[in-house]
């Protein structure tokens, strides 16, 4: 079946550092990629999508490409703030399949 | 438009008592889901519908009941609620297939705790 695996967290970054989030999926036919963002309290928001293989998706400064021959989604920003503090999910859904499949989370701290 | 919305907040269970939680949506949305959130465990997929009258089981639907007699709404039941029923549950809701962005919409939560 389909899986989402992610980077374990939690993971602390001093504001202006370079985060990298890991993402890889196993998935059978042309999944869709998404990022989703949770802030403290709220429900999840989607940060950026990918529909096929190549594309990048970019949000708020936030970078990810969909890379098929690495199965792999990872989450960049170059510069994060103290606001970019969160939990992030890795998600993906098959297509023609409206079921969302996540990894666990990453919950990420900007420092000052 | 409200999105989707997610009553109550907060609610606290005593074991063996029952309740539901309510989700609605006002973007006419087919699909609706509910997700409960644990630690490390992300959000796994409890029941979903693709439209009115039409309900199906996802990965941890035991303890749980659905029913969606209209395209709003998508109340989950608790029938008997236990401790291990502690959680964050998520109400979303999305187009079908390939209609709209794929992007499905999450309500903002009700914190459930059973004693």
């Known amino acids: 079946g389909d899986s989402v695996t992610q980077m374990e967290g939690p993971v602390t970054l001093s504001e202006e550092a370079f985060l990298t989030i890991n993402c890889t999926y196993t998935?059978?036919?042309?999944?869709?990629l998404f990022w989703y963002v949770q802030y403290p309290g709220e429900g999840l928001q989607l940060l950026l999508k990918?529909?096929?293989?190549?594309d990048k998706g970019s949000n708020k400064g936030f970078e990810a490409t969909y890379r098929k021959e690495t199965t792999s989604f990872h989450l960049e920003k170059g510069s994060v703030q103290v606001s970019d503090s969160a939990v992030y999910f890795c998600?993906?859904?098959?297509?023609?399949?409206?079921?969302?499949?996540f990894g666990t989370g990453t919950r990420l701290t900007i420092i000052p | 438009n409200a999105g989707v919305t997610q009553t109550p907040k907060f609610q606290v269970l005593k074991t063996g008592q029952s309740m539901t939680l309510q989700c609605a949506q006002d973007?006419?949305?087919?699909?609706m889901s509910w997700y409960r959130q644990d630690p490390g465990m992300g959000l796994r997929l409890i029941h979903y519908?693709?439209?009115?009258?039409?309900?199906d089981q996802g990965e941890v639907p035991n303890g749980y009941n659905v029913s969606r007699s209209t395209t709003e709404d998508f109340p989950l039941r608790l029938l008997s609620a236990a401790p291990s029923q502690t959680s964050v549950y998520f109400c979303?809701?999305?187009?079908?297939?390939?209609?709209?962005?794929?992007?499905?919409?999450f309500g903002p939560g009700t914190r459930l705790t059973v004693l």
């Open positions: 998600a993906l859904r098959n297509f023609g399949n409206e079921k969302l499949t």
């Open positions: 998935a059978t036919g042309y999944p869709s």
């Open positions: 990918a529909t096929k293989a190549d």
């Open positions: 519908s693709v439209g009115a009258g039409i309900t």
């Open positions: 973007m006419n949305h087919e699909y």
């Open positions: 979303a809701s999305s187009y079908r297939g390939t209609s709209g962005s794929g992007e499905q919409f």
